[in-house]
């Protein structure tokens, strides 16, 4: 059952189907990018992830102002609490 050979062929045959698989993903990936750039939906500069919460944050505020639901952050969810909830 676990001679060289069928071990051998287990390993090669994992390693070529994750191959395969990284290959299309990646292609999916890329055309995904591709599009987004042309529609201009890609950012073209680089930004870190603080600078992404305060945009996030600022849009949500802008949003809530204006009076229109924008989509809730995950990470900010309902589960989470603060201690001025807790004391009223």
């Known amino acids: ?6 071990m051998v062929l287990g390993w090669v045959s994992l390693i070529a189907v994750a191959g395969v698989s990284f290959y299309f ?4 990936i890329n055309e995904r990018r591709r599009q987004q750039d042309i529609a201009g939906e890609r950012p073209s500069v680089k930004i870190d992830w603080k600078e992404r919460i305060a945009r996030d944050e600022a849009q949500t505020e ?7 639901h924008s989509r809730p952050n995950p990470v900010r969810g309902s589960l989470i609490s603060s201690s001025k909830d807790d004391a009223t």
């Open 1 to 6: 059952m676990n001679n060289p050979k069928s």
């Open 25 to 28: 993903a990646k292609q999916n």
């Open 62 to 68: 802008q949003a809530s102002r204006e009076g229109l």
